[in-house]
């Protein structure tokens, strides 16, 4: 509605008026995507809180995940949170479901309670949990543990337990 009255006074303007209002309304509808367009990339993107709020560690989980070798079994606990969704899996597990897409179907499973583990595998928390890490190092006597830390800090982000075949010799727990 305003459009149809901004359209009915335009009509009554003269042609110089015309145009420069014209003018100024299209110079302010441009403004729009390019002060937008700042504020994400000088503004947003420099701030280092966006990071949390995106919590990039899932990200960098999912590079992990991506690197590891063909031959390894995959496990991740989806265990920080969130709404659960349409697929099964917490809002919090969606990073990784979509950056490791190419390999999810046959390489990434996402433990549930009576999710059978087998060797060699690479199992990753997305949060921190002692207690299945004990259960864990009990049943594979030769898991290794590697922390991740952030990058310039040594805050532990998640933690990566390796399993190797089930023959192997007792592996070193950091």
């Given at each position: 509605m305003p459009l149809l009255f901004f359209a009915e006074w335009l009509k009554t303007r003269r042609v110089g008026s015309k145009?420069?209002?014209?003018?100024?309304?299209?110079?302010?509808?441009?403004?729009i995507p390019i002060w937008n367009t700042a504020k994400y990339f000088f503004f947003f993107a420099k701030n280092p809180n966006a990071h949390g709020a995106f919590n990039e560690n899932f990200t960098r989980m999912a590079s992990v995940i991506n690197e590891l070798p063909d031959t390894m079994h995959i496990y991740v606990l989806p265990n920080?949170?969130?709404?659960?969704?349409?697929?099964?899996?917490?809002?919090?597990?969606?990073?990784?479901?979509?950056?490791?897409h190419d390999r999810k179907k046959d390489r990434v499973t996402f433990l549930e309670n009576d999710t059978p583990i087998t060797t060699p595998a690479t199992i990753l928390f997305q949060a921190r949990d002692d207690t299945l890490t004990e259960k864990i190092i009990h049943a594979f006597p030769n898991a290794v543990i590697t922390p991740v830390f952030s990058e310039g800090t040594r805050d532990e982000i998640f933690r990566i337990i390796t399993i190797e075949t089930s023959g192997r010799e007792k592996g070193s727990r950091e």
């Open positions: 145009v420069g209002i014209l003018f100024l309304a299209g110079a302010f509808l441009a403004a920080a949170g969130g709404t659960m969704i349409d697929n099964g899996l917490p809002i919090t597990a969606q990073p990784i479901v979509f950056l490791t």
